[in-house]
């Protein structure tokens, strides 16, 4: 069983994938929704609130957690694996070994929420695998919002983005590292800013793909496909959001109020 967490729904991208290429398995999803957005909190809030959210999955049986969210694996990651004692994989790693392997001209820009950018997590992660890269990383926070409100092939979203990309296109990147759970649904309106000329990383894919490689994850029984969403609040829009990040609605969504 494998839990994974989010500050909210857009981490159902990621479920989306481990759903595209794993066999079938039990998945617990818990989104802080009551709580979000997490890019605009304090290191000090995302750290305590991620280290609840993963009490929360040890307690309901997890064996391993996804920490899917960019802020709160850009934050705390160090944090909650201090504090607990099951595998915890980031969402960053995977990202930043994908991002690696495709770029040619080693200039590789990052998009994320403010606490990821300010973090300089990807950054330190980056050189820690190849000194010599140049990153560029910016935070980009009025995506979140316009994904969210399903304004996914919008005019106005196109807009934002253009105003977003404009420095990224002077600083000549080859490779663009998607840092949020939700970037993976402009994925094509991307491409076409960049007129395909730019490499697009979605993080969410890369991620799925190392879970497979992960040894834990052989250990995991493999039973009938099941996704339990545990979600602080269910926001009115929840259906159509969920569907957005996840093309289906789940099987059973649960609210459930958590103790700090
Ligand atoms: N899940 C967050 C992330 O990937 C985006 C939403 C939020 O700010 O809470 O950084």
Known sequence: MIGVFDSGLGGLTVVKE?????PPIK????GDTARLPYGEKS?????????????FLKKRKAKVIILACHSASSVALNYVRSKIS?????????????ALEKTKTKRIGVIGTRA???SGTYERVFKNYDKEVEIIARATPLLVPL???????HYITK?????????FKEEKIDTLLLGCTHYPLLKKLIKEIFQNKVTIVDSSEAL???IINFSSYKKIKKRKEELIIYLTDIPPEFEKIARNFLGLLPDKIMRVSLRE
Do not use: H
């Not at 994904?147 to 092939?153: L, Q, R, S, T």
């Open 86 to 98: 099951l595998p915890i994989i980031d969402v960053i790693q995977a990202g930043v070994k994908a």
């Open 159 to 167: 807009e934002v983005l253009k105003i977003y990309l404009q420095p």
């Open 18 to 22: 481990i759903k595209r290429l794993m």
């Open 116 to 118: 990821t950018i300010r």
């Open 208 to 210: 799925a793909k190392s």
């Open 27 to 30: 998945i617990l999803y818990f």
């Open 43 to 55: 290191e000090e809030i995302i750290k305590k609130y991620t280290l609840a959210a993963c009490n």
């Open 147 to 153: 994904v969210e409100e399903g304004w996914i092939n």
